[in-house]
């Protein structure tokens, strides 16, 4: 995922159900959407040491960290309410996260059924 306007990268994986945003992935240093929910999870990854300032105005992922949805890991990262399904991207290929999914879908559909 890229904040363009911010210079902000970072990199997240789907693993076992969880999306998980791995160490040294970069954030927004302040959370600056005040109205969404999602203010409350920033400042428990600030808390809790997931998010620490990186000396260059950004805040670092310390550590991998699994979230329930990609949108609210791109709303950590981008410091403000984000669509994950979209904001995310595979980086071999610029597909959205949503497109993938869609493809993974698709592709396990069109798999003949073995019967047991």
Request: charged content about 20%; proline content about 3%; cysteine-free.
């Given at each position: 995922m890229e904040?363009?306007?911010?210079?902000?990268?970072?990199?997240?994986?789907?693993?076992?159900?969880?999306?998980?945003?791995?160490?040294?992935s970069l954030a927004r240093g302040e959370w600056i959407d005040l109205k969404h929910n999602?203010?409350?999870l920033y400042k428990q990854l600030c808390d809790e040491g997931v998010l620490m300032d990186d000396g260059n105005g950004f805040k670092m992922f310390t550590?991998?960290?699994?979230?329930?949805?990609?949108?609210?890991?791109?709303?950590?990262?981008?410091?403000?309410?984000?669509?994950g399904r979209i904001d995310w991207k595979v980086e071999a290929t610029g597909q959205t996260y949503a497109d993938w999914q869609d493809q993974q879908?698709?592709?396990?559909?069109?798999?003949?059924?073995?019967?047991?």
């Open positions: 904040v363009k306007r911010q210079n902000i990268v970072a990199f997240a994986q789907e693993v076992e159900g969880e999306f998980v945003v791995l160490e040294g999602y203010r409350h550590r991998d960290y699994g979230f329930t949805s990609p949108s609210s890991a791109a709303a950590a990262v981008a410091g403000r309410a984000a669509n879908v698709n592709a396990a559909a069109a798999m003949p059924n073995e019967s047991v």
